[in-house]
Each structure stands twice: as C-alpha cells, then as structure tokens.
Nanobody, 124 residues
Framework: QVQLTESGGGLVQAGGSLRLSCAAS????????MGWFRQAPGKEREFVAA????????YNADSVKGRFTISRDNAKNTVYLQMNSLKPEDTAVYYC?????????????????WGQGTQVTVSS
C-alpha cells in the first residue's frame, strides 16, 4: 500500500515557477514508477510526466516539454515536479500517481495509487 500526499500548489503569474512535491508512505517507494497528471476545469485528466523507479528514465507530455521537469529522491520518498515558464493553460489540479508495474506511463489506468491533488492557478 502506498499513500500519496501532494503539496506546493498555489497561485502564480504567467512566466513564473512552482515546484510540486509528492510524499509517499511505505518502504517500497523506490520500486514504484511515479507519475504526475492534471485536470483542468471541464476537461479530462491528462498525463504530465513520469519517472522510473531509479529516476534514470523520464517521460514528459509534449505540452510541458522544456518547461516541466520530474525528479525523485528515493531517500526522502518524494517525487517532484518543477514547473517553469508557467502559462494560464497550465491551471489545473495536479495529481501524483504510483504503481510498481506501470508500463504505459501516460495511461491513468496503469496507476493504482493516487493522491488527492493540489491546485495550481496561473494568472495572465
């Protein structure tokens, strides 16, 4: 069992930066693929980024490439999402997700554990 808690969301102006954190419970965090998804008002949840258990492989959605970076610290049981050059269209609730066996990292159905989400609002 893994429990995920996101933090770091807030209100920021366009062009600004935020760093989201997702703290995980459990001693097997380092065995899990971790992902970030987001859901904007009136839209479906979409994939943002994912990272392998070791941190050696990362995958970003095209919409955030060059602006967002996913990383993890297995010693702290935490995964991060550094978001730079934020745009109003990045406004959404951001969710952290985890699974030991995820293979198609951009699919929500691959992840068995989810956090409650943290709100990110980017003003123009």
């Amino acid at each position: 069992q893994v429990q995920l808690t996101e933090s770091g969301g807030g209100l920021v102006q366009a062009g600004g930066s935020l760093r989201l954190s997702c703290a995980a419970s459990g001693r097997t965090f380092s065995s899990y693929v971790m992902g970030w998804f987001r859901q904007a008002p009136g839209k479906e949840r979409e994939f943002v980024a994912a990272i392998s258990w070791s941190g050696g492989t990362r995958y970003n959605a095209d919409s955030v490439k060059g602006r967002f970076t996913i990383s993890r610290d297995n010693a702290k049981n935490t995964v991060y999402l550094q978001m730079n050059s934020l745009k109003p269209e990045d406004t959404a609730v951001y969710y952290c997700a985890a699974d030991r066996w995820a293979s198609s990292w951009s699919l929500q159905s691959e992840y068995g554990y989810w956090g409650q989400g943290t709100q990110v609002t980017v003003s123009s």
